[in-house]
């Protein structure tokens, strides 16, 4: 009824066979998305820095570029120069906030310490930032 197959299958589906793509290992992959969330972190401090300069951020800037260029192994991440003048600054704390909670998240299932303290710390900041933005609005 049915004619066997005579040739091998196009698709390497048996285990320990060699493919033509690179793999990555759960890790790297996890390495990636958290450097691209603490870059795009970076990215929105270093705006919140331009409009208002502080102590503060310029810490937490330079502790985010520290740890984006470890986990890029030493790539040192790209810095934001110019901001436009119309950003407010309450939305950039809730992208920031955001950002950092993603980071968090990653950063806890990689297990990752030094990275989730930083990204809590972060969260705790901005929420502060915002608190009278959600004082007001009750």
Known sequence: MYEPIRTKSVHSTMAGTTSDFPHRSREEELDIQLAGHLAALLAVTDELRALAPAADLDTAAERLAEQVSRLRGGTTPVRM???????????????????????LVVAASRADTAVAILAAEQMDVHAAALEPRELASR
């Open 81 to 103: 120069s110019v901001v436009p003048a119309d950003d407010d600054p309450l939305a950039l704390h809730e992208r920031a906030h955001a950002l950092a909670g993603r980071a």
